[in-house]
């Protein structure tokens, strides 16, 4: 990759969270440290305002507008592939999010390249058997998690098969090798980390109370914790 397009990639790394660290665009780059901060010194005369704060990493300034991000056509066809694995899995939700987004990137794509990508969309497929859980939640459950946002489910348990409501407080998601999404939640009944499959949810609302963000609460931490032992 030649220095322009990196410094391009840069600048759309950048768009696409809140921080990022000079080292996580080093190692995106496989570029010294010293090189990162040359690259961003260059978006920045060129008028780019991006911001930093010591030990954390760097920002794009609210307000800023940057022009459209074109996507490439392996970009588009690696977005299809994802496509087709998303909606083997079978929440209705996911599907109806990632369908719509979809659709906007294909928006901006030139006409051959949508050609070319219509050859493709009935060409793949990730598994001939379809065998995974339908579930509805995932959206709903995904924006609570970013969001700290409490959840009130009715649940149908499938160990004890009661049902039961409660709220919980949602932290993390995970697909298991059962083919079913799974929640991980601090339980508000049980006053434990429980986990809750999305299929066995009946129903599910959002509700005005909030959580506070538990920083040391990582996926790989959780799963050291419950399967090592």
């Known amino acids: 990759m030649n220095r322009l397009s990196r410094v391009t990639a840069i600048l759309t790394q950048l768009q696409s969270k809140k921080i990022v660290t000079a080292k996580e665009i080093s190692e995106r780059f496989q570029i010294s440290l010293r090189t990162v901060y040359r690259d ?20 794009i300034v609210d307000g800023y507008s940057l022009p459209p991000i074109m996507i490439t056509e392996e ?9 087709r694995f998303i909606s083997s899995q079978s929440d ?27 050859k493709l969309e009935h060409r793949i497929i990730p598994s001939y058997i379809k065998s995974t859980i339908e ?5 709903m459950i995904q ?21 039961t409501t409660r709220k919980i407080e949602p932290l993390g998601i995970y697909f298991t090798e059962n083919n079913a999404w799974v929640v991980i939640a601090y339980c508000k009944l049980r006053k434990e980390l429980r986990e809750f499959r999305l299929d066995r949810i009946i129903q599910a609302k959002t ?7 538990k920083e040391d609460f990582t996926l790989k931490k959780y799963f050291q914790k419950y399967f090592e032992y």
């Not at 961003?40 to 920002?59: C, H, M, R, W």
């Not at 970009?75 to 496509?83: F, G, T």
């Open 135 to 139: 579930s509805e939640w995932l959206s």
């Open 207 to 213: 509700v005005t109370e909030t959580f506070e963000y």
């Open 92 to 118: 209705s939700s996911l599907i109806k999010d990632f369908t719509s987004l979809l659709i906007k990137i294909k928006s901006v794509l030139r006409d051959a390249e949508k050609k070319n990508l219509s």
């Open 40 to 59: 961003i010194k260059t978006l920045q005369d060129a008028g780019v305002p991006i911001g930093s704060e010591n030990g954390v990493g760097y920002f």
């Open 143 to 163: 924006k609570a998690i970013g969001n700290n946002k409490v959840l009130e489910i009715n649940y149908h348990s499938i160990y004890k098969q009661e049902k």
């Open 75 to 83: 970009e588009a066809n690696a977005l299809l592939i994802a496509e």
